[in-house]
């Protein structure tokens, strides 16, 4: 069997009804199996087999991971990948070509590891991880069970800390700290999460941070926050559980950002947000509601200066009218 959309179902494949939109998709798909929710009517003459569940796009998921998932079904060790006499590694794992495994590592029970991937001395990764091609994972990282880590990502590269001195130059300032991953966490492509300058860089349960992110060093980012491409968060920042920011937000260091926070794309902060569950948006940012009356006001600009315009030539009329009055009385 295989997995097909609802508007294109395919004979043999089974599909999902999550969005009313799609309803009449019921009688002319082709699908044999659709996964629809406890409420939804059918057509008992049908002779498709419909399965009932609470949520219908989130069984769809489980299905895919579970059956049609590539990446839980690799094994072994392939002879090129390199493992230190002193790693740990656990049972049914996969460590693909070229695979470095560095000293004092552990290695959980279930974990993939694709080709050309780098785990540093002393680090651990959890139960059922997948480190996909190119991840490169420095020492002393510590990766939680159940995390996903995209291509070209860099875990636990040196924090930009650099002292100035009194010629000008700057000095390295040594990063000696650590990241820290949590459980079911998922880590997009080409993003950089740095070590801390000292204690750890923290990345809390279940967040979904998207490509090219980029994480400064001593962040702390809560439970289960979701984070959109291009973002960058500065050094020494702090935010909440169940945030979600838009893509290419930045972030000031320094800040506390309290847990339910909503940004806008493209916005910049450069202040705490004390109250939880609001949302934000603008550069610098500001309340959404502001944001939209700010945005609205702008818009009406080019009108509002064609009004100013005509109301300063109807002044000026106005003005000249009275002096040519003025003008008159005196010469009588």
Known sequence: MGISKIDQGLPGSLTFLANVKYVDHLQTTSADVILINREQEIDSSSDKTFIRTDDPYLGFCQVLNRYFNPAVSKSGIHPSATVAETASIGKDVYLGPNVVIDDHVTVGDGTKIYPNSYVGAGSTLGNNCIIYSNVSIYY????GDEVIIHSGTVIGSDGFGHAPQKDGSYIK???????IIGSKVEIGSNCSIDR?????TRIGDGCRLDNLIQVAHNVEIGAHTVIAGQSGISGSTTLG???????????AGHLKVASGTQVGAQSGLNRDIEEENTQWFGSPVMPLKDALRTILIIQNLPEMRSKIKQLERTTEKIKQS?????????ER
Not at 173 to 179: F, M
Not at 241 to 251: L, T
Not at 322 to 330: G, K, P, R
Request: hydrophobic residues 30%; negative net charge; aromatic residues 2%.
């Open 322 to 330: 009275l002096e040519q009055n003025e003008n008159t009385q005196d």
């Open 140 to 143: 002393d990282s510590r990766i």
């Open 241 to 251: 559980e169940r945030c979600v920011i838009g893509g290419q937000v930045g972030f």
């Open 196 to 200: 801390a300058t000292l204690g750890s």
């Open 173 to 179: 300032i040594p990063q000696i700290g650590n990241v």
